[in-house]
């Protein structure tokens, strides 16, 4: 059973910065398309960043400029730097695999003030 583990999230000033971090357990990120996801209180669950088996990068329109996707297959990690964040970005962050989800993580809180 596939376990995801999202961690780095916190309280930060808005134009400041985070680093998101994804590790898995159970099964290997290797050769499978990735994401980012948020979910803001009473909002649906978006897909922020997604990244390629070959690091290939996509970007919501909200997130495009400011926010990088990264992958470390030998790691089973996948990263999320996110900088100057805004107070929209506050969310539950997490990641999953772009198809064939596994079951979600506790995601990570990112609290962004004003």
Do not use: H
Request: charged letters at 15%; a positive charge; proline letters at 3%.
């Amino acid at each position: 059973q596939v376990q995801l583990v999202e961690s780095g999230g916190g309280l930060v000033q808005a134009g400041g910065s985070l680093r998101l971090s994804c590790a898995a357990s159970g099964n290997s990120f290797s050769g499978k398309p990735m994401g980012w996801y948020r979910q803001a209180p009473g909002k649906q669950r978006d897909l922020v960043a997604q990244i390629s088996s070959g690091g290939t990068t996509y970007y919501a329109d909200f997130v495009k400029g400011r926010f990088t996707i990264s992958r470390d297959d030998a790691k089973n990690t996948v990263y999320l730097q996110m900088n100057s964040l805004t107070p929209e970005d506050t969310a539950v962050y997490y990641c999953n695999r772009i198809w064939m989800k596994w079951s979600w993580g506790q995601g990570t809180q990112v609290t962004v003030s004003s």
